[in-house]
């Protein structure tokens, strides 16, 4: 006979237990999380890729912000403590909504101001170049965050690539189209005499060799995991939710779509094993429901 008075309700996890959560377009920010699993081995994660609706960087403003506030939605149901926005154009369209609206329950990290930061520290002559989606670019993020950083000395060279992120997603092998495209993106930098470069998508790490390649090895390349890692350390310790140092953290996966091709794709980006992905439902995208209408 099993004693009902000797069971208690589970254990609510405390503060320092919840995890950290990671929310990107689609793969791309595993660069990000690994870098944060490296560095900060005893916290927990979760991480939340938008497969679904792959790729942001080439959508409205207002679309990309209903996207992330849904996305942190689903994060906060799952218990984070921290939501890290790990994908720049979600970032540069809702990051300072997505401070406002949660101010007070968690704090939010996005990736534009940790590379910006990096870079104004890096360059030499004050010529910094930028390689991001449309979305990015156009948003303008990068260039208030390099004047707030840098007080106005440094100038920024833009660079939009609506193809290169898509290119690394579909997980090929790198060609000669990768190359090409690649090559493409870095002709405007170098024309502008740029010596650092920002990274301005959490996929493009996975052709870093291509790209400093192609740039020269003069010039400083950015990217934000280190950084995010950094920053997110620091936000846990102010908090006074950071996990004890001694104890093993663990990590999970959800996806908008499919689970296997997530894992299967994400091992690559994230250069550590990915045993299981959950699927997570999310609305359907102005470009689906409008091609769901036209069919």
């Given at each position: 006979m099993i004693c009902l008075a000797c069971h208690h309700a589970p254990v609510p996890p405390t503060s320092q237990e919840l995890p950290v959560a990671v929310f990107d377009s689609g793969v791309g920010g595993l660069t990000v999380l690994h870098e944060c699993l490296v560095s900060?081995?005893?916290?927990?994660?979760?991480?939340?890729?938008?497969?679904?609706?792959f790729p942001y960087g080439d959508r409205p403003p207002g679309e990309l912000l209903a996207f992330a506030?849904?996305?942190?939605?689903?994060?906060?149901?799952?218990?984070?403590?921290?939501?890290?926005?790990?994908?720049?154009?979600?970032?540069?369209a809702a990051l300072p909504a997505l401070r406002e609206e949660l101010a007070g329950r968690v704090p939010v990290i996005g990736v534009v101001a940790p590379e910006s930061r990096l870079a104004v520290a890096a360059?030499?002559?004050?010529?910094?170049?930028?390689?991001?989606?449309?979305?990015?670019?156009?948003?303008?993020?990068?260039?208030?965050?390099?004047?707030?950083?840098?007080?106005?000395?440094?100038?920024?060279?833009?660079?939009?690539?609506?193809?290169?992120?898509?290119?690394?997603?579909?997980?090929?092998?790198?060609?000669?189209?990768?190359?090409?495209?690649?090559?493409?993106?870095?002709?405007?930098?170098?024309?502008?005499?740029?010596?650092?470069?920002?990274?301005?998508?959490?996929?493009?790490?996975?052709?870093?060799?291509v790209l400093q390649r192609t740039l020269g090895?003069?010039?400083?390349?950015?990217?934000?995991?280190?950084?995010?890692?950094?920053?997110?350390?620091?936000?846990?310790?102010?908090?006074?939710?950071?996990?004890?140092?001694?104890?093993?953290?663990?990590?999970?996966?959800?996806?908008?779509g499919d689970p296997e091709e997530f894992r299967a794709l994400g091992t690559r980006f994230l250069q550590l094993p990915i045993a299981q992905v959950r699927h997570v439902d999310v609305a359907p995208s102005e470009a689906g429901v409008a091609a769901g209408e036209a069919a």
């Open positions: 900060l081995p005893h916290e927990d994660f979760l991480y939340l890729g938008d497969t679904a609706r506030r849904e996305l942190a939605g689903i994060l906060l149901e799952e218990g984070a403590k921290l939501i890290v926005v790990a994908c720049n154009s979600a970032t540069a360059t030499r002559n004050g010529r910094v170049g930028l390689i991001a989606t449309p979305a990015t670019v156009a948003s303008g993020a990068y260039e208030r965050a390099l004047v707030e950083a840098s007080g106005g000395r440094v100038e920024l060279n833009s660079v939009a690539s609506a193809e290169l992120a898509p290119m690394i997603q579909s997980g090929g092998e790198v060609d000669e189209r990768t190359v090409e495209c690649v090559e493409r993106a870095c002709a405007p930098l170098r024309g502008a005499g740029v010596d650092t470069v920002i990274l301005g998508c959490t996929h493009y790490p996975l052709v870093r060799s090895r003069e010039v400083e390349i950015v990217s934000s995991g280190e950084a995010i890692a950094d920053e997110v350390e620091r936000e846990l310790e102010v908090g006074g939710v950071a996990a004890p140092a001694d104890r093993r953290g663990a990590y999970r996966f959800l996806a908008s």
